[in-house]
């Protein structure tokens, strides 16, 4: 039986989460209330902004998107199993305390150089996603920061980060605005 499963970067899904990285407390229902809030103030007001007619490109790109801490926590997750299928919905721009791409000059190499650095070797670089399927919606934006050149380089970048951690052939669908027209 196929489960579809709503993550928001960073969100705790349990207390045991938040007591690991030593952040206050809180119980499971405190938690998933909060999950539900962040859904119907954050993610759904995002996403309908991104299809409405006027989207406010700037007021969508988030301050701190750490994707390759969500990814790298994705990868160790029970429920990833050989034959699942993962759906990723970003703009990719990683900007977190770890990494920020396009933000801070020379953070986003191409993939064969940053996987050499510390930071990802310690801390950033996921299990094996050897046997799952990743399907990648990049909601495009019209500029990524002042150190990229342009979508693809990002692109390229998530291409390699999962072909190098076991995708086969991770698939990336550019969602540009008005193209459904």
């Not at 994705?74 to 034959?83: E, T």
């Not at 934006?141 to 995708?167: K, L």
Request: charged share 30%.
């Amino acid at each position: 039986m196929l489960s579809s499963r709503f993550h928001i970067c960073g969100q705790a899904t349990s207390p045991e989460q938040l007591t690991t990285i030593n952040a206050e407390g809180g119980n499971t229902g405190f938690i998933k209330k909060q999950r539900e809030r962040l859904y119907d103030k954050r993610l759904r007001p995002e996403l309908e902004a991104l299809f409405s007619d006027s989207p406010d490109a700037e007021r969508r790109q988030m301050s701190q998107s750490p994707m390759l801490e969500m990814v790298a926590d994705l990868s160790r997750s029970p429920a990833l199993k050989h034959g699942t299928k993962v759906v990723l919905i970003s703009d990719l721009a990683q900007n977190s305390d770890s990494v920020q791409f396009c933000r801070v000059k020379n953070d986003m190499p191409p993939f064969s150089i940053f996987k050499q650095k510390r930071v990802y070797q310690d801390s950033l670089k996921p299990q094996s996603f050897e046997g799952v399927e990743v399907d990648i919606l990049m909601l495009q934006r019209s500029r990524y920061g002042p150190y990229c050149r342009d979508e693809d380089e990002i692109r390229r970048f998530w291409v390699d980060y999962f072909r190098a951690n076991g995708v086969k052939s991770p698939h990336v669908i550019r969602i540009r605005h008005g193209m459904g027209k």
